[in-house]
């Protein structure tokens, strides 16, 4: 975090030294709560809106009250403004947990606490362009998360362990697979394209639904690039043209191998395109 930055937490602006929550917060006991990361380019929110959606619904998942999302919008600003002109890139982070009470599994009591509200921005390195045209390794995994991944919650420790094992195997990413089918990487969709047609897995309770995969579905619309939302399986993912993640973080980035398999095209034209494409849309070209 670049010095005298602050963040918000519950309802104050603090330097980060001092942002502390209770050891009693449901987060850190339970992982009770979700959370959002938005991209900023150039101080501006990528795709604020579909994001606030998606926490609202995150948020009626697990029966938390909504947030004021255009008290939100402002208090992101704010930390935004604190970014050096420089910074180009950054990440806007939000969490919300039930908020802090003895441990007990059951709800606290109704009124007895607020939900703890944190949001912070951090500075981000673009993806080097050397990076994107080799494309990353991957590995696969067996998809043992629940049954709720579509909800963005902060219990992610099947996706950090997930994560941690592509490094140790010296991948950039996993790639889960449920029952033979790919759902998606551990924080990124996955996407593939054979002849000409683009495939991501449909949005079921069984993958987190991106924001980046829905701009990225729209994009390949305007481009007239076919789509098909039909579950596919590791076998079908290896004989694809071109493999590709997407995410708000990850944007559009190619994958070079599977399990050491290399993918025909590794940094394909679709891939390379959408990137432009989304680069256009977050204000990159103007
Ligand atoms: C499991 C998982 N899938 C997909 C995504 C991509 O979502 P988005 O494009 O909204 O960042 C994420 C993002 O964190 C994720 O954690």
């Known amino acids: 975090m670049l010095n005298g930055m602050h963040v918000y937490l519950n309802g104050k602006l603090v330097p980060e030294s001092q942002a502390m929550v209770s050891i009693d917060d449901r987060g850190f ?8 990361v938005i991209h900023v380019y150039r101080q501006k929110l990528f795709e604020w809106n579909l994001h606030l959606a998606r926490l609202g619904r995150s948020l009626a998942a697990i029966q938390l009250p909504a947030v004021d999302g255009s008290e ?6 704010q930390l935004i403004g604190e970014l050096g002109p420089e910074q180009s890139e950054a990440s806007l982070y939000i969490e919300v947990t039930r908020g802090t009470h003895r441990r007990a599994h059951g709800f606290p009591p109704p009124g007895s606490t607020p939900p703890t509200i944190l949001m912070w921005v951090r500075p981000v390195s673009p993806i ?5 045209e080799h494309g990353v390794p991957v590995i696969t995994v067996p998809d043992d998360r629940w049954a709720k991944v579509w909800v963005k919650t902060i219990g992610l420790l099947p996706n950090v362990l997930a994560k941690e094992k592509a490094h140790q195997n010296g991948a950039f990413d996993a790639i889960f697979v449920r029952d033979g089918i790919v759902t998606e990487a551990t924080s990124a969709n996955i996407f593939m ?6 495939y991501t897995a449909p949005a079921t309770n069984y993958i987190l639904s991106g924001i980046t995969r829905q701009v990225v579905l729209e994009l390949a619309q305007a481009r007239n690039i076919p789509v098909n939302l039909t579950p596919f399986s590791v076998e079908q993912l290896l004989t694809a043209d071109e493999v590709f993640l997407t995410g708000t973080l990850t944007e559009v980035l190619p994958i070079a191998s599977i399990d050491g398999y290399p993918v025909k095209s590794p940094s394909g034209p679709l891939a390379l395109q959408l990137l432009q494409d989304l680069h256009e849309r977050a204000g990159l070209h103007a």
């Open 72 to 77: 939100l919008a402002l208090i992101a600003e």
């Open 193 to 198: 394209a054979k002849d000409g047609v683009l």
């Open 128 to 132: 080097s362009k050397e990076t994107v």
């Open 29 to 36: 006991l339970f992982a009770d709560g979700v959370y959002e």
